[in-house]
């Protein structure tokens, strides 16, 4: 059972890069969840969606864009990277939104 | 501002002894509390989700209490074994949308020895 597939695992990228991060997941679920987790602090929502073509910003959006084309898909864009950004990547996915999410493995992502 | 306060930051205890965590909330208003485990370089996963009626949910070895009266959860470790060396998150849902529902704690680092 693959549930939520996070890809790259790791990353190194140059300040100014752009770069995606790709999330899918293979359990139907509506709700789809981007976090950036830094050492010692708790899990931070950038972005979510609540279905298809449906995305809203959460509490730390500036400097990320994403896209829910699918049911499936919930792609992470940063655009020019910072080091701020250098950070652990978790997508999740839900279904309804008060159950327990389901976290990928994370991306962990350097900007130099 | 919602917040999710745990302790300790980490802990360290011998192979088959028990272990408490705390989580202290101020989210409001309450929908559900959640315990997931992280283990290293991994995502966290679910242990218990607790409502406003529940007081206390198990799954296997885990117990986590909740006095939504205090605001106060706690995750119990009975018999731990080197496996339940991670982080445990406590993560508390609000009735908002279904986005910014969730307020995430730091973790405490369990570290289990033999």
């Known amino acids: 059972n693959a549930g939520v597939t996070q890809t790259p695992k790791f990353r190194i990228l140059k300040i100014g890069q752009s770069m995606t991060l790709q999330c899918a997941q293979d359990m139907n679920h509506n709700y789809m969840y981007w976090y950036r987790q830094d050492p010692g602090m708790g899990l931070k929502l950038i972005y979510y969606?609540?279905?298809?073509?449906?995305?809203d910003k959460g509490e730390v959006p500036n400097g990320y864009n994403v896209s829910r084309s699918t049911t499936e898909d919930f792609p992470l864009r940063l655009e020019l990277a910072a080091p701020s950004q250098t950070s652990v990547y978790f997508c999740?996915?839900?279904?309804?939104?008060?159950?327990?999410?389901?976290f990928g493995d994370g991306t962990r992502l350097s900007i130099l | 501002k919602n917040q999710v306060e745990q302790s300790p930051q980490s802990l360290i205890i011998l192979e088959g002894k028990n272990c408490t965590l705390q989580?202290?909330?101020?989210?409001?208003?309450?929908?559900?509390l959640r315990w997931y485990k992280q283990d290293t370089g991994r995502g966290p996963v679910s242990l218990t989700i607790m409502t406003f009626s529940e007081n206390t949910k198990s799954n296997g070895r885990y117990t986590a209490t909740l006095d939504a009266d205090t605001k106060q959860s706690s995750l119990h470790i009975t018999a731990s074994q080197l496996s339940d060396s991670a982080s445990y998150i406590c993560?508390?849902?609000?009735?908002?949308?279904?986005?910014?529902?969730?307020?995430f704690g730091g973790g405490t680092r369990l570290m289990v020895k033999p």
């Open positions: 989580c202290n909330y101020t989210v409001s208003p309450f929908s559900n």
């Open positions: 993560v508390v849902s609000d009735d908002g949308n279904a986005g910014n529902m969730l307020t």
């Open positions: 999740a996915s839900s279904y309804p939104q008060d159950q327990p999410q389901h």
């Open positions: 969606s609540v279905g298809a073509g449906i995305t």
